[in-house]
């Protein structure tokens, strides 16, 4: 009998060409998928929620996959996770879903989370984790420029020029700033993002934090539509895929 199964997965993108499956490169779903056929013995179509770009991480990534039945999903699950031991990536639980669930679609909201680390020092344990800023940023003006991203806006002087999406158009549900320890952490929470959209946003509200900008700027960006006019984005490595919503 087919079953629906549901997982959430944390992993270290670092040394990976992102979620999906590269023909010519390393990707999670391609290693969870031959960690499956090593369990199941069988090839196993692996859905996610959605994309995550090379070098992006992930706390709570949403996928499902149909086989037949687990008679013994906690032996299931060790045996899935010693496969994927060695290549930083754990999968944090499993479960069963109805059949028509789809990981992807079914999807309410995507909660991402940015990192930085604001100091003179180079990075050892946060190293390929965050993205270090040496200069003082101040965080007051991003705390309020952040508040700008919220709610039903065109972004699209915020998408790579690659970017596939039929609309720019996206509601930001929430987006909010909170530093601890000497790490920033900015948090958006949408239905779905336009490709590179967080990273761009993140760049910008750096450079507001480093006085280059400030938030007639980044309004007049939102004016402009114009990605040339956009600040660079974050690098790729303080961006995590925080949780998905059903």
């Known amino acids: 009998m087919r079953s629906n199964y549901q997982i959430i997965i944390e992993y270290d993108g670092t040394n990976y060409n992102g979620w999906q499956y590269q023909k010519n490169g390393t990707s999670i779903q391609n290693e969870i998928e031959k960690a499956l056929k090593k369990v199941l013995k069988k090839k196993i179509k692996v859905i996610g929620s959605g994309r995550t770009d090379t070098g992006v991480h992930a706390v709570g990534q949403s996928a499902n996959f149909l086989c037949n039945k687990i008679e013994n999903v906690k ?49 050892v344990l946060d190293k390929n984790r965050a993205w270090l800023v040496q200069k003082k940023l101040n965080v007051n003006y991003m705390r ?7 709610g039903t806006h065109n972004f699209n002087a915020f998408r790579s020029s690659s970017c596939s999406a039929k609309s720019p158009v996206r509601t ?23 490709q590179h959209q967080v990273r761009s946003m993140v760049g910008c509200l750096k450079s507001i934090g480093e ?23 974050a690098p790729s490595s303080g961006l995590y895929l925080y949780k998905v919503t059903y």
């Open 211 to 233: 006085g280059k900008w400030n938030i007639d700027k980044l309004k007049r960006l939102f004016k402009s539509r114009k990605r040339s006019l956009c600040a660079p984005p």
């Open 75 to 123: 032996k299931f699950l060790n045996s899935l996770n010693y496969f994927l031991s060695k290549k930083n990536i754990s999968i944090n639980s499993i479960k069963k879903k109805k059949l028509n669930f789809h990981s992807r679609y079914d999807a309410k909201k995507r909660t991402y989370k940015y990192m930085i680390v604001n100091r003179k020092n180079f990075l």
């Open 172 to 194: 930001i549900e929430k987006s909010s700033l909170i530093k601890k320890d000497g790490k920033i952490i900015m948090i958006f929470s949408s239905k779905s993002f336009l």
């Open 144 to 150: 309020k420029a952040i508040k700008l991203f919220s």
